[in-house]
């Protein structure tokens, strides 16, 4: 099921327009989430009876979608965005594998999200595992902190993930396409057609450490990935910094010279991308395992 009817407030309705456009690409050319990383997740909710999976940011799918396999016991999954088309893409990647888990899509700004009804599991108890993979830093990450706290079950843990971006790798042919993009729209990092990229204020841990989750472990899981031009040039269409309508009448034109400069970097028709899946486990102090 989806609820509210209405958009549960808390952010500038362009940040969900941001995301509206990019679903379908989303779906079909984002990398998921590496297996080791998915075994770490695993592990928090191993041996529990009826486990619950509160995911911000759901996107596609993508951590659910990974998590089902890995956790034959996951009971209920609450997913979370602000784009009810990202919603519509994780319900049809989700439900062939449901399972007899439930799910429940919220539409919804993180910071805002409440259970619509008591999670399965001990009464007055919540999510097990909350998790916001390369979602946290379009949130106002305290407030999700806060959240988190209020709902998380008593022994929960919280998984802050991500691994970069085509943007921020840093690889021959990343730097000579961010040059291109930079080329037609400026030298700043475009989120979307309204707004520049804004570092975080705070690092995450930083934000940990001032939150009731200040027992953190971080995890990093080197990952290999293989790209072709054409992928290459699907995942651009998917991101906030290099999204069709950024580019105006002009898009036609940049495709054609991205998709030149990729075939020349590539290598039997093939771009490498070692990227760096990071993993932030963090914990109420005195509740680890
Ligand atoms: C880069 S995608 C990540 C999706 C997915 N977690 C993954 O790893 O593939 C970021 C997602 O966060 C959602 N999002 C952005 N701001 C949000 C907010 N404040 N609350 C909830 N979702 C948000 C976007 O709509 C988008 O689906």
Avoid at 28 to 46: K, S, W
Wanted: one cysteine or more.
């Amino acid at each position: 099921m989806t609820y509210p009817d209405e958009f549960l407030p808390s952010l500038p309705p362009q940040q969900e327009a941001l995301f509206a456009a990019a679903a379908a690409d989303y779906a079909r050319y984002r990398p998921g989430v590496p297996d080791a990383a998915v075994r770490v997740l695993a592990d928090i909710l191993r041996g529990r009876s009826a486990p619950v999976l509160l995911d911000l940011g759901t996107g596609t799918g993508q951590v659910p979608r990974a998590l089902l396999p890995a956790v034959p016991a996951l009971t209920h999954i609450e997913a979370v965005d602000v784009s009810r088309q990202m919603l519509d893409q994780a319900r049809n990647a989700l439900a062939p594998v449901l399972g007899h888990c439930t799910l429940t899509l919220v539409h919804a700004a993180a910071d805002a999200y409440e259970p619509l009804a008591p999670l399965p599991g001990e009464e007055d108890s919540g999510p097990d595992l909350i998790t916001c993979c390369r979602s946290y830093h379009w949130m106002d990450g305290p407030a999700v902190l806060t959240m988190a706290d209020r709902v998380a079950a008593p022994d929960a843990a919280v998984a802050i993930m991500g691994d970069g971006s085509l943007w921020t790798h840093d690889a021959d042919w990343t730097r000579a396409l961010r040059e291109v993009i930079q080329s037609y729209l400026g030298s700043e990092r475009r989120a979307g057609a309204s707004a520049t990229y804004a570092e975080p204020r705070r690092s995450y841990e930083e934000d940990l450490a001032a939150s009731a989750w200040s027992d953190v472990t971080e995890r990093r899981f080197p990952v290999t990935r293989t790209w072709t031009p054409a992928t290459v040039v699907g995942y651009l269409h998917s991101t906030s910094f290099a999204q069709p309508d950024l580019f105006q009448d002009r898009h036609e034109a940049f495709e054609a010279e991205a998709r030149q400069l990729l075939d020349a970097y590539a290598k039997d028709g093939v771009l490498q991308e070692e990227a760096v899946f990071t993993v932030l486990l963090a914990r109420r102090p005195g509740t680890a395992s």
